[in-house]
């Protein structure tokens, strides 16, 4: 590559610098939003002998690998074999030797030059997927990306190849010519991955999730299934989700269809065991009603009904029950905690203990403990999250199951889930394992399970005491008029709008205690401000007064209603007795 640099910063360590460069490679979906997952084919160390050739990327050109694509039956990682890297380079070599190697043991590699043979998967469109070979020259402390698919189709990677080097005295990306620097593509790379890699440089950044995305099943066929169910079920779910309920449909619909694709892909990785699911807390019921259109035998059990269950056919097998910890499901092959909060660390229990053939998926969300009561970290080196992940795994491997940590691609925050797949053990070491578990519990029971209630209780700040809500709003205005932004009333009087402050900020200004009692009322600041809407206002996270309401913007829609302003503002309110949208009256 004849370097023409994009951009350039100062010099990182070379350790930095692969660290960075791999967990790119391996993660591209981080900074690149039009890429969902990558499927590895090759990852090799190669010996090039020929003293002609100083950049072995070189002779990846896009006419080169287009034409080994075009030889392939079938554009997949099955049909790419060492003969695609081969025929491209033995022509310069015919000495060269080619050892496989992968991409975990690479970074302690000192030397050497790695090629890496994958395919970009689309997040939009299955069918806009490209193939990209990676050159990692540890001896240049190079590597370039080289990104091709057939002229015309879509694009989710730069069409050309760029470079990130490091050399004695700067970190920097370079292109092969000009003409590629004059490109949205180059903007991209110029204005998002240089910088967050950069970024990741400067900061220690470690990922959340140390485990690739998918790494148990085929990355292939999740996409193709993933893509087929979204065709088959998205459009008539959207357009009956909300004349159920408010929630988000665009998040649980499309959260729940990709943990459908993950499971059924998981499932047919062991096609000896048959497939009895059932769902511990299965909500809304959206995974449960696709599992069983798509032919997998199972139910969902849910302590409530959901006004969503009117929205799926007869049999999407749904219904109203209670599961303790002593709930056991002998028929059962696997079962599914899909954010199943208070349940979540009984549910390896309630495998273990319902037959020697139960298996479980567990998606862990909010943590709690066997009491039901919310898990307690101790560690404060790591987030609550990753502690508890690390308890749930702990409680998975007493009951003895062999368990796998998987990263899933869902629209959430918490995509870890935990595979846990049932050993053949005899009756004795059977025993021996429930006694060991039963200890464990009584070791971390400090009360009595607790199971929620089945009406949901309300908790929008409407059943707190209303003398308490009305100090309190009267403390949140005060604190708000302190830096006095003053404006002049039709009367010539001066009234005082305050200051615009974020809630973070407003929030260190009140009482701990005050703060938990609205944090205990499912929102707490954000909802009260929501409530009362007419006298504040939230705009990007800051909060300020709202101009009292007229009756020229609100007619006598409020004019029964007494003016908070008039009773409770310091200057009274803005608007004179005949203009204000509200009552001026004390009665």
């Known amino acids: 590559m004849l370097p023409v640099p994009l951009t350039i910063a100062d010099s990182i360590p070379r350790s930095t610098f692969w660290e960075i460069v791999m967990l790119f490679h391996n993660r591209p979906f981080l900074i690149n939003r039009l890429v969902t997952a990558t499927s590895p084919a090759l990852f090799h160390k190669v010996l090039f002998k020929s003293s002609s050739v100083e950049h072995v990327s070189e002779l990846f050109t896009t006419s080169a690998i287009l034409s080994e694509m075009r030889?392939?039956?079938?554009?997949?990682?099955?049909?790419?074999s060492e003969e695609f890297i081969t025929n491209i380079l033995q022509c310069y070599d015919k000495n060269m030797v080619l050892t496989p190697s992968n991409e975990a043991s690479f970074i302690d590699e000192p030397d050497g030059v790695f090629i890496s043979v994958r395919i970009l998967l689309s997040k939009i469109n299955i069918a806009h997927k490209c193939l990209e070979v990676v050159v990692l020259d540890k001896d240049k402390n190079s590597a370039v990306f080289i990104s091709v698919a057939e002229p015309g189709e879509s694009r989710i990677a730069p069409p050309f190849p760029y470079e990130l080097e490091l050399n004695s005295s700067s970190f920097r990306m370079n292109l092969s010519n000009f003409e590629d620097a004059d490109s949205t593509h180059a903007d991209w790379l110029a204005d998002k991955l240089f910088p967050k890699l950069l970024k990741w440089s400067k900061s220690n950044f470690v990922p959340t999730n140390k485990v690739n995305p998918l790494s148990l099943i085929s990355i292939d066929e999740y996409c193709f299934l993933y893509s087929e169910l979204k065709k088959k079920y998205s459009e008539n779910l959207l357009k009956d989700w909300l004349t159920k309920t408010k929630t988000n449909p665009q998040k649980y619909i499309f959260e729940d269809l990709a943990i459908a694709s993950y499971l059924i892909c998981l499932w047919k990785l062991y096609p000896e065991k048959s497939v009895k699911f059932i769902d511990l807390g299965c909500g809304n019921g959206l995974l449960v009603h696709v599992l069983n259109q798509e032919g997998y035998e199972g139910y969902g059990i849910d302590i409530r009904r959901r006004a969503l269950w009117d929205i799926y056919p007869p049999d999407t097998k749904l219904q109203v029950g209670t599961v303790l910890p002593s709930s056991l499901f002998p028929d059962c092959t696997w079962l599914i905690g899909n954010h199943s909060d208070e349940l979540t660390p009984w549910i390896p229990v309630i495998a273990l203990r319902s037959s020697p053939i139960t298996n479980f998926f567990l998606l862990p969300c909010c943590p709690f403990d066997f009491s039901g009561q919310k898990y307690t970290r101790t560690n404060t080196s790591l987030s609550t999250y990753s502690e508890y992940l690390l308890y749930i795994e702990q409680i998975c491997q007493k009951c003895s199951f062999e368990t796998r940590l998987d990263n899933l691609r869902i629209p959430s925050t918490r995509k870890n889930c935990l595979i846990g797949l049932a050993k053949d053990l005899n009756f004795e070491t059977l025993s021996k394992i429930h006694c060991e578990v039963d200890k464990f519990i009584d070791s971390r029971m400090s009360t009595v399970f607790k199971l929620r209630?089945?009406?949901?209780?309300?908790?929008?700040?409407?059943?707190?005491?209303?003398?308490?809500?009305?100090?309190?709003?009267?403390?949140?205005?005060?604190?708000?008029?302190?830096?006095?932004?003053?404006?002049?009333?039709?009367?010539?009087?001066?009234?005082?709008?305050?200051?615009?402050?974020?809630?973070?900020?407003?929030?260190?200004?009140?009482s701990a205690d005050d703060l938990q009692k609205l944090k205990n009322q499912c929102g707490g600041l954000q909802t009260l401000f929501r409530n009362h809407r007419y006298i504040f206002v939230v705009e990007k996270g800051n909060v300020q007064l709202r101009m009292p309401a007229t009756l020229e913007t609100d007619g006598l829609k409020y004019k029964k209603k007494i003016c908070w302003f008039y009773k409770n503002h310091p200057d009274g309110c803005f608007n004179s007795d005949d203009t204000c949208g509200f009552d001026h009256s004390m009665s």
């Open 453 to 510: 209630s089945s009406v949901e209780p309300v908790r929008n700040c409407t059943q707190l005491d209303r003398q308490f809500i009305a100090e309190f709003v009267k403390t949140c205005v005060n604190i708000l008029l302190v830096e006095g932004t003053y404006l002049l009333k039709p009367n010539g009087d001066d009234w005082n709008k305050g200051s615009a402050l974020s809630i973070s900020c407003l929030s260190k200004k009140i």
């Open 71 to 80: 030889q392939m039956k079938i554009f997949s990682k099955t049909a790419i």
